[in-house]
């Protein structure tokens, strides 16, 4: 038989679903529907790995219905408790005559496995849980606070009890006996030059009293 693909003129191929997606174990519907074409058909099925071509059998779990409204005909294929081989792109042939199949566009079907709860866990516990995670991001905030407050604290004390030894390290590094030795020696360095000068102006007078 040809292989024809919606090229025949009096054939209109409506769009099909493209992609569906199926849990495991539940069941898929799918339909192909056009116009102007013949009630024979069949359903086949690809697989993404393989060019061979499964046709399907008219048995269960799977069931092939056909129905015409408007002038609409569709055909249906229903697949029961769905597993992973089920998997592929399923069509339709519609087979005009001897010499002529026409192939629908298709719909790829996918099944998958949903993820099972590894853990049964109850409300309470759950609720516990939430709670321990609250306490230990408050600890998580809490803690870091503290410490960098205490470090600071620490800090402070320190830098006092620093500029607190330099002022006792400023007034020992001063010798008192050698300061008020100096400063004696400045008073009778003062005082012997008041006494020299009026020393000096007596004789100075002095003098002037013997000169005729």
């Not at 008219?58 to 029961?80: F, M």
């Not at 600071?152 to 006092?160: F, G, P």
């Not at 390290?169 to 000068?197: F, K, M, P, V, W």
Request: charged share 25%; glycine share 4%; with cysteine.
């Amino acid at each position: 038989m040809g292989n024809v693909v919606a090229s025949d003129s009096n054939v209109i191929l409506e769009p099909d679903r493209p992609f569906l997606r199926v849990k495991f174990f539940d069941t898929a519907n799918l339909e192909c529907c056009y116009k102007n074409g013949p009630k024979n058909f069949s359903w086949i099925k690809r697989h993404s790995f393989s060019p061979k071509i499964n046709f399907m059998n008219r048995s269960e779990p799977t069931l092939q219905n056909y129905s015409v409204s408007h002038g609409k005909q569709c055909a249906y294929l229903t697949l029961k408790n769905v597993n992973v081989e089920d998997t592929g792109m399923y069509q339709c042939i519609l087979h005009k005559n001897m010499t002529t199949d026409i192939y629908t566009y298709g719909t790829y079907l996918q099944v998958f496995r949903p993820l099972e709860k590894t853990i049964n866990l109850s409300e309470s516990t759950k609720n516990k849980i939430l709670t321990a995670e609250g306490i230990l991001l408050l600890l998580c905030v809490i803690i870091p606070s503290a410490s960098l407050l205490f470090k600071s604290k620490r800090e402070n004390k320190l830098e006092m009890k620093k500029m607190k030894q330099e002022e006792e390290n400023i007034y020992q590094g001063l010798n008192l006996e050698d300061c008020c030795t100096t400063y004696d020696q400045i008073e009778r360095s003062q005082a012997q030059g008041q006494y020299q000068d009026v020393c000096n102006t007596m004789e100075e007078r002095e003098e002037i009293l013997e000169k005729p």
